[in-house]
Structure formats: structure tokens, C-alpha cells
């Protein structure tokens, strides 16, 4: 049985029996680098059932958190770029979020016990499999989602360095299971892109394709979509009733019905960051800290941007807003919704005292009209990473102990009570016009993944920033492809962006003959203009439906596709970025 997650909370079902752990709580453990020690978890109360997630033989031994192994080719390096002293204070190693933080964060409403009780008895047998020398076993399958921040971009590298995933939260989340389960009983996948949200990934061939395979979906779209979902203003009270906050919503609602139909249960994590103006840092820090660190030494997920008190105040209604917009959607599915919001910032008019931290390992963009000496880097640094997967660990552990507390008498394991069937929507989600997709290319990998039938001189295949490829064109250079015909039109995923990017001409032919050669030229069809600039601070993906003309296409037939970069200012080149392109079958001819 599948589960998909929504990361803010989660409900508990009533347990059959009441059982009650005898074994005797683990030892305090020691963290392998700072010397300090794991704060204890919250024993959970289900009836007259307690049980204690360090107890040392409950759950077949999966029950003590472990520290990253070094012997794991994704650990955290052994040591990072020379800092100054006052970095080193500010990105210590957090062992552990609290345990009020976990416990205001992790269990709140929402959640399908049932499908979590399945997932949790999947891997333990896994390890009682693995334990007697069985490898041919079919492990719990997660899929993690999201954008730049669940990558791990410049979450442990050096200055110019290429960012690298091994301390993103899926890497540690996937070190917690393997230490408790055995490598191979659970496997963490990640599918994330830079800049994209749930909108894009709602229209992705590959992502929908993934829901056959998967039982535990992790959504990590908060930062993008929270830009997406407030793109024209940000002065309203009712952020979650805004145009674009619904269609976050109703891309979020599809990805969640496509996973939990196919039986995946789904986590929508919630995370949140907060510009900060250099003029706020007094308020809160301890004198002398510049910065680095706040008074009462706390976590959270910020960073010190250019902004202006104003920016900054509208910035916190913009991401305190999005766990409002989703929640809805995720009760609905019975997915289980995490929420750092209530963690750590449960009254809007009163941000957290916070670790204002700015990340140093990367190269960004300085703060010059404050003329700051300092550099910034909107991705959170490898001490974040550690806490949201110890965050999600923590609510793994919770349903672990659900499950044992509901097993049999004979120890047999399965849900306590049949899974009830998600709530009808509130508003029905309209058709995706793509239908079938008939093919689908996204720039993840080389050129030859992405290939052009034809390109001009000023069009390549590149990375324009780390881990970010994609076609890349300026002046009036055309680039063509040849997709299949369908009756659909072409979905392109693109670059918005406010800085030097422009608009494209994007002609969709008629259907081609089999075998016609693609045309230099593509001189005939439906144009369509799209423009990629907007006035916004901030980048981001965006997919765009490119209508093709009308036209019946037979057996073995083909569209050719031309983008052509428009000029828009004569005094330099715009570029426009083309990072996934999809080929539609219609309606007519839709299967999901």
C-alpha cells in the first residue's frame, strides 16, 4: 500500500488493543563531532498504550535516531571552507530540534494512519528480511519533490564550487532509515529542478509517471510556490483566496490525487524563509554578533536578504500565508501535513527570534545599496538540512509507534482499520488540457536527453548557473525541435525571470509527413509570443500551453516546433531559457 505525505501534522487512529512496550529506554547517545547529546523524543500516548521511541527492542530495534555514518559516501564532509569565528558560532551543528518544536510542528491534523501502519510493517519486515540474508526484497519507495532548496543547493561547498546534494535533508533522512531499517529495506529518490513548484511538476510527464512506483511522496514546493501564489500583490489580508494562490492550490491538489489514487501516501512539507533587512539585525541579535546568531540561539529557516522593512514585512505574510493555502487540500487527501510554521513561528505578528544566518559557502549577490560587506545566498546551509530531516525522522517515529502499539497479538503487522476514502474536492479541478503526454524532454542531464533538430549559432545547451541547464538563445537565432503530433498543445517550462531575460516567438507547424525532414525555417503554423520577464525580485520556472493549429494528425506524424528570441532592447541582448518541452495528445485523448 502507498502513502503520500503533506508535510505539516498528522492524526493518530485508535488502536484495536491497548499494548504497553516493557523494554527499558535507550541510552542517552553521544554526537559523534560536538560532543553533545540527542535531546529525547516525546513518549506518544495512544489510549493506555504509551510507548517510548527510544525503547530499545520496540520495532525490532528501529527506534534510536543515529548520527550520519561517515562511512556513507553522501555523509557531510570532513571538514568545511575556513570560516571566521563568529560563522562558526552561528553554523553550529544542531543535533536536534527541540522536542517543543517537534512536538508543535510534527503532529497536528491530518493523515491517513492507515496507509502510514502499512508503509512502517513494509519496512520492518524489510529488515527482518534482510536480517536472515534475503536481498531479493521490494523496498518502501519515497520520492522526494521540490525545487533548488531539496537539490542541497550550496548546502556544504566551498565558494564557486558546484552545489552538491550530499547533506540535503533527503540524504540525511535516508541515513536515518537505512541505520534503522538496513540499506536496500527503504529507498529515498529525489526528482527536484531549481526554481519549479507544484505547478510545473503538476504538468510533468515524468513526475505523474512516478506515482505507479511510488508509496511515499514528500512535497517540497513551499519557497517557489509562495512566490508564485502571491505574484501580484502581497497587501491583501486573504492571501490564500488570491487568484494565484488557487491555482497553487489546485496544482498541488492534482499531484496529490494522482499519487493517492495510485496508492502513494503524501507529505506536503511546509517550510518557510524570511528576507531580513540589514537594518533588523540589531533588533533581534546580541550585540557584537553581526548577524550570525540571535539571543536565544534558535534555529529556524531564514537568511539576509536586500530587503527593505516594508519588502520585509509584506515577505512574511507571503510564506506565513502558505501552509493556509494547502492545508485544505491536504486534509482532503489524507495526507499528512508538517508544519515549521508552528514550530517555530505560530503568531504572524510575531516573527521567531531566530538565527539570522546568511550562507558563505556560495557566492551571491551583496547587499549594495546598504553597502554590507556581506555575501548572500537564499539556500539554507547544512545545519537547516540536518534539522528538517531530524523533523521528518521525528514523524516517521510517531507513526512506528502507532503501528507497534496497534499490532496484533501475535505480532503479525497491517493497518488497525480500513482506509477511509478521501473527501470529495471543494471545487472540481478542471481537465489538463495536455491529455497524454507523447514526449516529454526535461533539462536534467546533457543535450543528447534534450536534443534540437536545428539551432542557430547564439543557442546552446548549458548551465547559466550551477545545476541549472538548459537551451539558452539571445538576438534572433531560432531553435527547433520535431515532436510528435497530437491533438494537444506544446507545453513548454521556461525561466521568469527580472534580469536580462526577454521574450520568444514560438511557432507550432502542422503536422509534418513521417519521415519529413525538420525545417530549417518554420515558416507556416500557430505563433504564439512568450514573454519571460516580469518585474518581480525574484526567478523562477513556469510552464506555458503553446496552442498548435488544428489539424488531424495521422499515423507517424510530427510537429516542428521554432523558438525565436525577439529583441527588446536594441542596446543589448535578452536571453530566454528553455529548460522542458512536451508534446500533448488533447483531451480527446487523455488517460489521467
Not at 155 to 182: E, I, K, N
Not at 276 to 288: E, F, K, R
Not at 295 to 311: I, Q, Y
Not at 484 to 511: E, F, N
Request: with cysteine; net charge neutral; aromatic share 8%.
Amino acid at each position: 500500500m502507498k502513502l503520500a505525505l503533506l508535510i505539516i501534522g498528522l492524526t493518530v487512529a485508535k488502536p484495536p488493543r491497548n499494548k504497553k512496550p516493557t523494554s527499558p529506554p535507550c541510552p542517552r547517545r553521544t554526537h559523534h563531532a560536538t560532543n553533545t547529546t540527542y535531546v529525547p523524543y516525546r513518549p506518544i500516548q495512544r489510549g493506555a498504550c504509551t510507548y517510548d521511541p527510544h525503547a530499545c527492542a520496540a520495532l525490532d530495534g528501529v527506534a534510536t535516531p543515529q548520527p550520519i555514518a561517515a562511512t556513507r559516501q553522501d555523509a557531510l564532509p570532513a571538514a568545511f571552507p575556513a570560516v571566521d569565528a563568529a560563522e562558526v558560532g552561528a553554523n553550529r551543528a544542531y543535533d536536534w530540534a527541540s522536542r517543543e518544536q517537534l512536538r508543535r510542528g510534527c503532529v497536528g491534523d491530518g493523515g491517513n494512519a492507515a496507509r502510514w501502519a502499512a508503509i512502517v510493517a513494509r519496512a520492518a519486515a524489510n529488515k527482518r528480511a534482510l536480517a536472515r540474508g534475503d536481498r531479493d526484497v521490494e523496498p518502501v519507495r519515497v520520492l522526494v519533490l521540490g525545487g533548488s532548496v531539496t537539490l542541497g543547493t550550496h548546502c556544504d561547498v566551498a565558494p564557486g564550487s558546484m552545489p552538491s546534494a550530499a547533506c540535503a535533508f533527503p540524504q540525511r533522512l535516508a541515513t536515518h532509515l537505512d541505520a534503522a531499517y538496513g540499506p536496500g529495506a527503504v529507498k529515498v529518490a529525489v526528482r527536484a529542478m531549481s526554481g519549479t513548484g507544484s505547478g510545473t511538476a503538476s504538468k510533468n510527464g515524468h513526475i505523474i509517471d512516478a506515482a505507479a512506483t511510488t508509496d511515499l511522496l514528500i512535497l517540497d514546493y513551499a519557497i517557489n510556490d509562495a512566490i508564485v501564489a502571491t505574484a501580484k500583490t502581497y497587501d491583501v489580508d486573504d492571501v490564500a483566496g488570491l487568484p494565484e494562490a488557487k491555482a497553487v492550490r489546485a496544482s498541488t491538489e492534482k499531484l496529490l490525487r494522482v499519487f493517492t489514487k495510485a496508492g502513494a501516501h503524501v507529505a506536503v512539507l511546509c517550510t518557510f524563509y524570511v528576507p531580513l533587512s540589514p537594518a533588523s539585525w540589531t533588533h533581534w541579535l546580541a550585540s557584537g554578533a553581526r548577524g550570525h546568531a540571535a539571543r536565544d540561539g534558535s534555529p529556524t529557516f531564514t537568511f539576509v536578504a536586500c530587503a527593505t522593512e516594508d519588502e520585509l514585512r509584506r515577505a512574511n505574510r507571503l510564506h506565513y500565508a502558505y501552509q493556509d493555502i494547502v492545508a485544505p487540500v491536504a486534509r482532503r487527501y489524507g495526507a499528512s501535513l508538517v508544519s515549521y510554521r508552528d514550530a517555530f513561528w505560530p503568531d504572524v505578528a510575531s516573527p521567531p527570534h531566530v538565527a539570522y544566518w546568511y550562507n558563505t559557502r556560495a557566492y551571491h549577490e551583496t547587499c549594495g545599496r546598504y553597502g554590507g560587506p556581506f555575501r548572500q545566498d537564499p539556500h539554507p546551509t547544512y545545519e537547516d538540512h540536518q534539522l528538517i530531516a531530524d523533523v521528518l525522522w521525528y514523524h516517521w517515529l510517531q507513526h512506528a509507534a502507532m503501528a507497534h502499539c496497534a499490532r496484533d497479538d501475535d505480532g503479525a503487522d497491517g493497518p488497525a482499520e480500513p482506509e477511509p476514502e478521501p473527501e470529495a474536492p471543494e471545487e472540481a479541478a478542471p481537465a489538463d488540457p495536455c491529455g497524454e503526454v507523447l514526449a516529454s524532454f526535461v533539462a536534467e542531464g546533457s543535450d543528447a536527453e534534450f536534443p534540437a533538430a536545428r539551432r542557430g549559432r547564439d543557442w546552446r545547451y548549458y548551465e547559466d548557473r550551477p545545476a541549472k541547464p538548459g537551451w539558452i538563445g539571445q538576438a534572433r537565432e531560432r531553435l527547433v525541435f520535431r515532436l510528435p503530433c497530437g491533438d494537444g498543445p506544446i507545453r513548454l517550462t521556461i525561466l521568469r525571470s527580472y534580469a536580462s531575460v526577454g521574450s520568444a516567438q514560438v511557432r507550432v507547424s502542422p503536422p509534418r509527413a513521417p519521415g519529413a525532414a525538420p525545417a530549417v525555417d518554420v515558416d507556416d503554423g500557430a505563433v504564439t509570443l512568450v514573454d519571460a520577464a516580469w518585474d518581480r525580485g525574484e526567478s523562477t520556472y513556469e510552464t506555458v500551453d503553446v496552442p498548435a493549429p488544428a489539424a488531424r494528425c495521422g499515423a507517424g506524424a510530427a510537429r516542428d516546433v521554432e523558438l525565436r528570441v525577439l529583441p527588446r532592447d536594441a542596446s543589448r541582448k535578452l536571453k530566454f531559457k528553455l529548460v522542458g518541452l512536451e508534446a500533448c495528445a488533447g483531451l480527446v485523448n487523455a488517460t489521467t
